[in-house]
């Protein structure tokens, strides 16, 4: 069975740009199961409602879950991993010998996710979660940059955490809106405007970034170079 694992950000994302419907297509496409852990979810939905601000998001969200277009995913072994992993995760790198916190237990938790069902993706935008995965290196000289302070590796932590979530590959909400326009999935979105296709898209991509996605403006540019040309 195939399985796609999403953290809070990329669906917060999708939410508040009105374009958490592109999730049922996707997944028609994709014909597999899209999951997110009772942690994600409760970030999702239970904080939320509880504000004025985000009730009516957390509302579309739960719609989702009931229509089975997102999945909740549970076991006894999952919580366990993710404690595992948040433990590792939180003790990689030092400030004058104290451990920084980085990650937070639901994230940990899509990723433990992730290994325990072979995913063959974690939907995840936060920057430090995918540095921590992807380029531990850069994450440790952001840090520094972030804190004004020399930054420590605990050299045992980061390997044993680095060999855990080798192979997992990683997908940002800019990557699947940019899936959704390849496959015409935002056609209905496309109006007598100058460079209608070339706006749409880069509504879209500024839409999620400025909604938390880290995506960089060059890489903007570069995917809408891209696309438009196709």
Same mark, same amino acid.
């Given at each position: 069975m195939k399985v796609i694992v999403f953290d809070t950000g990329p669906i917060i994302s999708l939410?508040? %740009? %009105?374009l958490l419907g592109l999730l049922k297509n996707l997944k028609e496409k994709?014909?597999? @199961? $899209?999951? !997110?852990? %009772?942690?994600?979810?409760k970030? &999702?939905?239970?904080?939320? &409602?509880?504000?004025? +601000? $985000? #009730? $009516?998001e957390a509302l579309q969200v739960l719609r989702g879950i009931r229509t089975g277009v997102l999945?909740?995913? @549970?076991? /006894?072994? *999952?919580? =366990?991993?993710? $404690?595992? *992993?948040l433990d590792l995760a939180n003790r990689c790198f030092m400030v004058k010998g104290e451990y920084v916190r980085i990650v937070h237990f639901a994230e940990i938790s899509g990723i433990a996710a992730t290994l325990l069902n072979d995913a063959e993706a974690f939907v995840v935008d936060e920057r430090n979660t995918r540095l921590l995965i992807e380029d531990p290196k850069k994450l440790q000289e952001i840090l520094g940059r972030r804190l004004h302070t020399k930054v /420590?590796?605990? +050299?045992?932590? *980061? %390997?044993?955490? @680095? =060999?855990?979530v080798k192979g997992v590959k990683l997908i940002r909400s800019v990557e &699947?809106?940019? !899936?959704?326009?390849?496959?015409? &999935?935002? /056609? #209905?979105?496309?109006? /007598?405007?100058?460079?209608?296709?070339k706006t749409l898209l880069e509504a879209v991509l500024w839409g999620v970034k400025l909604n938390g996605c880290s995506v960089s403006e060059r890489e903007i540019r570069d995917i809408v170079g891209i696309e438009v040309k196709r």
């Open positions: 939410t508040t %740009n %009105n994709y014909r597999g @199961s $899209f999951y !997110i852990t %009772n942690s994600i979810r970030e &999702l939905i239970e904080r939320p &409602l509880k504000t004025k +601000k $985000f #009730k $009516f999945e909740i995913y @549970s076991s /006894d072994e *999952l919580r =366990k991993k993710t $404690f595992h *992993l /420590d590796v605990d +050299k045992g932590s *980061l %390997n044993e955490f @680095s =060999k855990l &699947l809106v940019t !899936i959704a326009y390849e496959k015409g &999935l935002l /056609d #209905k979105y496309i109006v /007598d405007v100058p460079s209608p296709r």
